[in-house]
């Protein structure tokens, strides 16, 4: 099941993808809450590939990084 899980998340292609910086957005929550790598040099005003996810709090879409989706993000070693 492991393996299954890994391949169908390496394989994420999602439907609509943006570029902006987080400054530019109007996100419900601060980019650097998302525990970047200790040795990234990206702030808010960085341009990154964003995608829609659902805030299951307040069941809203917003955007998240699209390199913090999927099992090669921001926390590979």
Known sequence: MEAI???LAEQFNPE???TAAANELD???DLMDL???PSSI???GTLLGW???LDIVEMKST???LDAVGLRGWFED
Request: net charge negative; charged share 25%.
């Open 5 to 7: 899980d890994a391949q």
């Open 27 to 29: 996100l419900p929550y």
């Open 35 to 37: 525990n970047p790598h």
């Open 16 to 18: 609509e993808t943006l």
């Open 63 to 65: 955007y998240v990084p």
């Open 51 to 53: 995608t829609k996810a």
């Open 42 to 44: 990206f702030d808010r």
